[in-house]
């Protein structure tokens, strides 16, 4: 699956990541309508290439800014993402049901995500202070009239605890109902939408603090 590779390293040459890929809104609103999706669905676990790829174009950038806002690092986020289509399209016969691969798609990503970060902590814990990480995690340079303004946001985000970070990721930025975040994380519909406003609140006391609301 070369092209997964290639795609992704063609379009960040020469880019900023940050804008093209990490920025508030849905993405999957845009673009197929849910009978081409399916179509390349069943297409996929057929093994039609071009309809991979072209599931490939629909998913990335939603789950690019997801990973990126779980990881903060273009180089792991790279990485991961080629990670989650190598799993999604292997385990594709596991999707009997085309109505569920959305939810399934970022099942997936957001185990991965989980994944890395156990591991990166644990490496942190064995090797370099934690305050160390946090500093070169911050101290990513952005274009100044980007920082003004999507500087504090992301700080906010990444600030959060995970279970609240990836409710608010998938409602306010991939546009999920509740019932779906429910279905993905594995917890209640109430959890989900209490979660939901303990994050707003978090991140609205963040930018207040700041001085940006």
């Known amino acids: 699956m070369l092209f997964l590779a290639m795609s992704l390293t063609n379009e960040l040459q020469g880019r900023d990541p ?3 890929y990490v920025k508030m809104g849905s993405y999957l609103n845009e673009g197929l309508m849910d009978s081409e999706e399916k179509d390349l669905i069943r297409r996929s676990r057929d093994g039609d290439t071009q309809a991979m790829e072209a599931l490939y174009e629909q998913y ?3 789950l690019f800014n997801l990973v990126y806002r779980h990881t903060y690092n ?3 986020a790279e990485d991961l993402i080629q990670e989650i289509f190598l799993k999604i399209f292997t ?3 596991d999707v009997h049901n085309e109505d569920t691969f959305k939810g399934w ?3 997936i990503a957001l185990n991965t995500c989980y994944g890395y970060l156990r591991g990166k902590m644990s490496q942190i814990q064995k090797t370099v202070p934690l305050s160390e990480v946090e500093r070169k995690l911050k101290g990513e340079s952005h274009e100044p009239h980007e920082r003004m303004i999507e500087k504090p946001l992301n700080e906010a985000i990444q600030a959060l605890p995970t279970r609240l970070k ?3 990721l998938l409602h306010d930025v991939q546009g999920f109902k509740h019932e779906e975040i429910a279905q993905i994380l594995g917890c209640k519909v109430g959890t989900s939408k209490s979660h939901l406003f303990k994050a707003r ?3 609205r006391d963040y930018l207040k603090n700041k001085q940006i609301l």
Do not use: N
């Open 166 to 168: 990836s409710t608010f």
């Open 91 to 93: 385990h594709l016969q």
């Open 201 to 203: 609140m978090k991140i």
């Open 74 to 76: 273009l180089e792991v």
């Open 60 to 62: 990335k950038r939603p």
């Open 18 to 20: 940050i804008g093209q």
């Open 105 to 107: 798609v970022f099942r």
